[in-house]
């Protein structure tokens, strides 16, 4: 039989799980496959680490690790490189500096993309943690913070890690107890909190008393951004309505990938996102395609987070192994989630009860688990502990 050529597409967690699970397990098998990796940044990050580096607790190296290292350690080929097109049906990834690559298993591990052009000013106005520079510039915004208003806006729903705006309300609380500095610390959330916390009340309930328990945070949901008026440091909204702030930090709205945009790997129902199948994130169209990443989990009900991520690029993994190997092994997607919040005084563990739904998709329930101080330690471990596996 033919060595199968498996490409992968990006640098990130959703191409480190899928590219280790399928280097060791044929390994072990006595298979042989070529795997290549095509990522267009050298380094690999963990995002949800940049929090730590705009609030002062982690640095640059922290929260990043050459591709490089985990290629070579995996016999992978590292191709640096930007994806121009996926041509399915030829089975060949394309990119800009020319090269034509076919595959016999792709998977998709492009993340997704901040649009910040769809509300007029919001770059402008905005600090954010999403990338690492924006990490690096927030830094230097809340160390120059002398006291005020801070608003932290989420224009769209779902977007990364739909978490993270509750998460890091209690850490700027937090932060700013620390500085001695005076904050008013306010959330902007497009959507009213039962929808923004997904199906469940109570959940959002649970929210509110940690808060309360953090300090003072005020509740501004289901409000439509406009624009923003950087000069004057005015919000404006659908309704008409605007508020003033001091310091703005935005949890970006999300689309997908340019070269992605207008092909079937889109899902029709809502465009922002990839479209993917539960539990095996195989492509609905081609069956030689996996998309295991962020981006593709609204598609599949699944929150728009890594720690789905890292299971669906297992179960995509195991998908390929199985085909490979000749055998019909079960595909295993876990019928529990945990996502790890830190509060800055506290931490969180959310649990979402998962199960198999018709037409492919999965069906969730989140449900907060235990709140305890230990958590943030957790979190902290876990995130340090990733990016210390992969440092030479
Ligand atoms: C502030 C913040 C907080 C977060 N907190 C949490 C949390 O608490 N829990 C949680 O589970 N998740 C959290 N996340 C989300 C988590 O980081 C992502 O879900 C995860 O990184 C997704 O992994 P991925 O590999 O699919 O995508 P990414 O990590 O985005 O990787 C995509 C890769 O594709 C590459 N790429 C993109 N386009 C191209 C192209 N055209 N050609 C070549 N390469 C390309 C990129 O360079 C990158 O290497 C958080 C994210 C952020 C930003």
């Known amino acids: 039989m033919a060595v199968k050529r498996i490409v992968y597409i990006g640098g990130g967690p959703c191409t480190l799980v899928s590219?280790?699970?399928?280097?060791?397990?044929t390994k072990k098998a006595g298979i042989e496959v070529e795997n290549i990796v095509i990522t267009k940044d050298k380094y690999?990050?963990?995002?949800?680490f940049f929090p730590?580096?705009?609030l002062g607790e982690a640095e640059p190296d922290d929260v990043r690790a050459p591709v490089e290292n985990f290629t070579s350690e995996l016999g992978a080929k590292l191709y640096l490189d930007e994806v121009t097109r996926v041509d399915p049906a030829n089975r060949v990834v394309e990119t800009k500096s020319g090269k034509r690559v076919e595959y016999d298993y792709l998977f998709i591990c492009a993340g997704t993309r901040y649009a910040w052009e769809e509300y007029p000013g919001l770059r402008e106005a905005s600090y954010h943690n999403y990338t690492l520079e924006g990490a690096l510039e927030l830094r230097k915004a809340l160390a120059g913070f002398r006291g005020g208003d801070i608003v932290v806006l989420v224009p769209e729903f779902p977007h990364r890690c739909?978490?993270?705006p509750f998460e890091v309300l209690g850490r700027l609380v937090y932060h700013a107890k620390r500085r001695g500095v005076n904050a008013n610390v306010k959330l902007v959330h497009a959507v009213p909190m039962d929808a923004a916390l997904s199906h469940l009340f109570d959940l959002a309930v649970n929210w509110h008393r940690i808060h309360q328990e953090i300090g003072n945070i005020e509740y501004i949901m289901g409000k439509q951004l406009e624009r923003v008026d950087p000069g004057s440091k005015t919000i404006f909204f659908k309704d008409g309505e605007s508020m003033k702030y001091d310091l703005l930090i935005t949890a970006p709205p999300c689309r997908v990938p340019k070269f992605l945009e207008d092909t079937d790997f889109v899902f029709k129902k809502d465009p922002r996102f990839l479209d993917t199948t539960f539990p095996t994130f195989r492509s609905r169209k081609y069956d030689d395609v996996f998309i295991p990443t962020d981006s593709a989990m609204p598609s599949v009900?699944?929150?728009?987070?890594g720690v789905p991520v890292h299971y669906a690029a297992v179960a995509a993994a195991d998908t390929v192994l199985s085909e490979l190997k000749g055998a019909s092994g079960p595909i295993l997607f876990p019928d529990v989630l945990t996502i790890v919040l830190d509060f800055g005084k506290t931490g969180?563990?959310?649990?979402?009860?998962v199960k198999e739904a018709p037409g492919g998709v999965a069906a969730t329930k989140p449900y907060i688990a235990i709140t305890h101080p230990m958590i943030k330690l957790l979190k902290y471990s876990f995130y340090a502990g990733w990016i210390k596996s992969l440092k030479k």
């Open 348 to 353: 969180v563990l959310v649990t979402f009860d």
């Open 162 to 164: 739909p978490g993270y």
């Open 301 to 305: 009900n699944l929150p728009f987070a």
């Open 19 to 25: 590219l280790r699970r399928i280097a060791e397990e």
């Open 44 to 48: 690999h990050y963990f995002p949800a």
């Open 52 to 54: 730590d580096v705009a």
